[in-house]
């Protein structure tokens, strides 16, 4: 705990204590009028019926901020205002640098987490939809791990069920080596869309496609051989847009619905043995409570239709057997767009009327809406169809690319390139994260790719821009760590107390699974440290050891912005 907003926090809750007799919210903000405003005064005076002025002087007189707060006020009917003590804040920010997360502290219990995210799906190419769910999920990855929790990454994609028979079958028309080619180079659509035409327009085709799902699920030893080149194909090329975009994503963390097809009958199994499997118009479904279809009846969840076939959702229940059994997580992150928000609710309760999902288990739908055009309809190429990730990732780079060579036209060629590929996927991951994920975004190139505003490119640069202060000065950056730093200036004080929020920031985005809040604390940070340049003269500043002290301010700055940046998933050039 770094934030000296908690700190006082933990205070007052103690002064709160001994007021009230009972715990009770001190509620304490940043404030406009100070540093900090406790503002549970009023809620605890109207529960004790007493007069809020004198409750809060009685606080007051129970608070202990000796060393904390060089100033401790009442305003209006009761608010208290604090004003932190500069020496507090210096220190606090020391321990902080020395800290091994800059003063982000770790989770209090450390757990074992499943992040279910990204989930292409096989021989379908990944499109800007997938950005979305790979991008946020990587992020949560990151900073649950950077607090200490076990994280285990799963890539659901969908490598199975029905489709593939189609896709077995014209894998075998097209011939294996033409169709691996194919595949590998990314023209996965391609590939589908031939195979769906076929099946549509050719009954011999559809009938070949229909024996083909049986002999699959059937486990015919020739069928599986051609039914892992498409997998094997796919998840290369899956690979690469994974390497290209910097996700932390492998082989490894493959967890496909494939995998649990061997579960599915024990599923089954187990719903009954628990006698929640009913009958229904010849499927075996499951009724949670309080689901209705349109027509007001108990909507079911299918586990196995009619034909004996099983469902996505039986998958999703093996899966969390897996997860809860095998695997011993007690959260479950699906990191999912908001269209399968049902799909995860319903997969909750039957989990728990099954009993696999206990009090201290949870399963959370991180959900996430769209990516949109200019004309806010779903995202859309030139020729109309979804776009390809790829050809994002690469128009990105050579944006940014122009952008560099414009803004910095020394950089030799390499430096240029590697730099206008932090920016560029910098850019288009940034405008993911730094929205809302509820809510749908506009896709705008101009915008994520501004130096100016809430983008990748502008916190980039502040980074770089610190850099090169230190380039310009001479000085090494790690030599000068550990020394003094001092408040002259309001504005070095309103960057000190800045990088002290970096804890809190975490901790709330964590707390929400939303990268947007880390992003506007990042963005506050640097325009914090913007004041602070001008108003302090660093390299000009009167004395050597007010330079000293501002290199370090600026040091530190550029260290949180990188750490804060990198849990985001995004890199910090050097120059820029
Ligand atoms: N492959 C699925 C789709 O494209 C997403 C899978 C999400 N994860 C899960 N466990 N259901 O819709």
Known sequence: ????????????????????????????RPSDRADAQINGVLPLAKSLGRNPREVAEELVSKLNLEGTCSKVEIAGPGFINLTFDDGFLLRELQKALTSERLGVGAAEVSRRIVVDYSAPNVAKEMHVGHLRGTVIGDALVRMLQFVGHTVIRENHIGDWGTPFG?????????????????????????????????????DTFKERARLRVVSLQGGDSETLRLWRILVAESTRYFNTVYQRLGVL??????AGESKYNDLLPKVVERLRDKGILEE?????????????????E???MIIRKGDGGYNYA???????????ERLQVSLMLYVVGSPQAQHFQMLDAVCRMAGWMGDTDEAVHVAFGS???????????????????????????DRAAAAVANKNPELSESERANVARMIGIGAIKYADLSTDRIKDY?????????????????????????????????????ALRGGDIAITHPAERALVIRLLQFDTAVGETIERYSPHRLCTYIYDLATDFTAFYENCPVLKAETDELRESRLRLADTTALVINRALGLLGIESPEVM
């Open 298 to 300: 108990p909507l079911p």
């Open 442 to 478: 506009i896709f705008d190139w101009d915008r994520m790719l501004a130096f100016e505003g809430n983008t990748a490119p502008y916190l980039q640069y502040a980074h770089a821009r610190i850099c090169s202060i230190f380039r310009r000065a001479g000085v090494d950056r790690g």
């Open 166 to 202: 189609m896709l077995i079958e014209h894998l075998l028309d097209v011939g294996e080596t033409s169709a691996a080619d194919e595949l590998s180079l990314g023209d996965l659509n391609g590939f589908y869309k031939a195979a769906r035409a076929k099946f549509d327009a050719d």
């Open 371 to 397: 990516v949109l055009g200019s004309d806010r309809k779903m995202l859309k190429s030139r020729d109309g169809d979804t776009v390809k990730l790829v050809e994002l990732i690469d128009e990105a780079i």
């Open 314 to 324: 039986t998958t999703d229940l093996a899966c969390v057997l897996d997860r809860i």
């Open 249 to 254: 994503l492998t082989d490894d963390d493959l």
């Open 280 to 296: 229904s118009d010849g499927a075996e479904v499951v009724f949670p409570p309080g689901f209705l279809n349109r027509d007001n």
């Open 1 to 28: 705990m770094s934030d000296p907003v908690s700190i006082v926090s933990s205070l007052a809750a103690t002064a709160f204590v001994a007021v009230a007799g009972k715990n009770a919210d001190p509620i304490v």
